[in-house]
C-alpha cells in the first residue's frame, strides 16, 4: 500500500515538472522543470529495484545532460526579449487536441494489466544490478554503446575547440590577411 502512495506522490511530482517544462517561458526554468521530472524517475527506478539505473539515472542525465541543457541556455542568452507572437495557426488548440488524445490513450492503456517490479523478469537478484547491466552492455550492445562514447567524445571535443576559438579569433585571422 505504501508503494502505491508513494507512487503516486512521485508521479504527481513528475506531471508537475513536465507542465512546468512545456509552460515556462523563461528556459532556465523550464530546464528546472526537466530536472524534477529526472529526479522523479529516478526514485520510480528506485521503486523497482533498479539501483543502479538509477544512479545513472541521477548522475548521467540529472547531472550532466542538464549541466550542457544549462550550458547551452545561457551560451545563447536568455536576457534577450523575444516576439511572443504565435506563427502557426491554432497552434494552442492543436497542441491542446493532441494533450488529450495523448491523455486518453495512457489512461487506456493503464486500465491494462500490468506487470512491474522486480518479480517480472524471473530473478529477482538479478534485476538493476550492476553485473546484469554490465552484461548487456558490455555484451549484446557493445557496438552501440561505444559508437555513443565516441561521438559523445567528438562532441565535447568540438564545444571546447568552438569556445576556444569562437568568431573573433576568425576576424583576427581575417584581418590580418587582409593588411
Not at 515538472?17 to 530546464?31: E, H, I
Not at 528546472?32 to 529495484?49: I, N, Q, S
Not at 488524445?101 to 517480472?120: E, H, N, P, Y
Amino acid at each position: 500500500m505504501i508503494e502505491v502512495f508513494l507512487f503516486a506522490i512521485f508521479a504527481l511530482v513528475a506531471l508537475a515538472g513536465a507542465v512546468v517544462m512545456l509552460t515556462a517561458r523563461n528556459p532556465v526554468y523550464s530546464a528546472m522543470g526537466l530536472l524534477v521530472t529526472m529526479f522523479a524517475m529516478a526514485l520510480f527506478y528506485v521503486m523497482l529495484d533498479a539501483h543502479f539505473v538509477a544512479a545513472v539515472q541521477i548522475l548521467v542525465y540529472a547531472g550532466a545532460v542538464m549541466t550542457l541543457f544549462l550550458f547551452v541556455i545561457m551560451m545563447i542568452g536568455v536576457d534577450k526579449k523575444e516576439e511572443r507572437v504565435e506563427t502557426i495557426p491554432f497552434q494552442r488548440g492543436i497542441t491542446f487536441v493532441v494533450a488529450l488524445g495523448l491523455a486518453v490513450v495512457i489512461i487506456l492503456a493503464g486500465r491494462q494489466a500490468w506487470v512491474t517490479g522486480s518479480d517480472a523478469f524471473g530473478s529477482p537478484d538479478m534485476v538493476g544490478t550492476i553485473e546484469t547491466v554490465a552484461d548487456s552492455l558490455f555484451g549484446t550492445w557493445t557496438i552501440a554503446f561505444l559508437s555513443t562514447v565516441f561521438l559523445l567524445t567528438i562532441a565535447a571535443v568540438g564545444t571546447v575547440a568552438l569556445a576556444m576559438f569562437g568568431p573573433t579569433a576568425v576576424q583576427s585571422t581575417d584581418e590580418e590577411e587582409g593588411a
